[in-house]
């Protein structure tokens, strides 16, 4: 089927290879940032959060580190996996509201 | 729990015909939101209703785009003529509508989207 992101920045790996993907975010206010990952043909899937009141946050496999000096995102995926083969999206909420403000998406693929 | 659905999955009409998409929220969710996701794009937000009120239609074109959430429950999104530049992901998304402890994210879902082209 048709993908989504077609024409976005893409980051190669070897699976087994760790991955970072950065992203920039627009408003200094915000408050509360999402990591999400979309595969072909699905709606965006939550990874990670983070509030603006931390700079690191651990799930498994996954970390989102956040700079708010330089309002800067990074996902960081350990052990990358194939399935791991998405397109990954941040997304920031601006104080106060509830809705997803998407920055440019990155393409990952991992291959075996 | 059953996800956000959405219907139909994909849709073809002409430039100038209508369209409707319709979407189930997951039970509970107070707020609902569509989004559009044109190719090689981040989602984009077009309406939000909190309950069966619009929180945020800013970025809706309402001279032909048109949503209605009636009971608070399900919702449709219109566009009505369509235009080329309409062909795009129609993605409806839930979620509580307030943080709640040891709720993460707000409970936000996403459902997978209606894929309109319009030839």
């Known amino acids: 089927g048709e993908s989504v992101g077609l024409h976005l920045p893409t980051l190669s790996v070897q699976e087994g290879d760790n991955s970072i993907i950065n992203c920039a975010y627009s408003?200094?206010?915000?408050?509360?940032f999402i990591w999400y990952k979309q595969e072909s043909g699905k709606g965006p899937q939550f990874i990670i959060d983070?509030?603006?009141?931390?700079d690191k946050r651990q799930g498994q496999r996954v970390t989102v580190l956040l700079n708010k000096t330089v309002k800067h995102l990074s996902l960081q995926i350990a052990a990358t996996q194939p399935g791991d083969s998405a397109v990954y999206f941040c997304?920031?909420?601006?104080?106060?509201?509830?809705?997803?403000?998407f920055g440019t998406g990155t393409r990952l693929l991992v291959s075996p | 729990e059953a996800g956000v659905a959405q219907s139909p999955r994909y849709k073809i009409i002409e430039k100038r015909q209508s369209v409707a998409f319709w979407c189930n929220p997951i039970s509970g969710h107070a707020t609902l939101y569509w989004y559009q996701q044109i190719l090689g794009q981040g989602p984009k937000l077009l309406i939000q209703?909190?309950?069966?009120?619009?929180?945020?239609d800013s970025q809706l074109p309402k001279d032909r785009f048109s949503a209605e959430r009636l009971k608070g429950v399900d919702s449709t999104l219109k566009i009505q003529p369509a235009k080329l530049e309409d062909s795009a992901v129609y993605l409806c998304a839930s979620s509580l509508g307030r943080m709640k402890g040891g709720v993460t994210n707000y409970g936000y879902t996403f459902g997978s989207g209606t894929r309109l082209t319009v030839v």
């Open positions: 209703f909190q309950n069966n009120g619009v929180v945020d």
């Open positions: 983070i509030r603006s009141n931390m």
């Open positions: 997304a920031e909420t601006p104080t106060g509201f509830q809705k997803l403000v």
């Open positions: 408003n200094s206010a915000s408050d509360y």
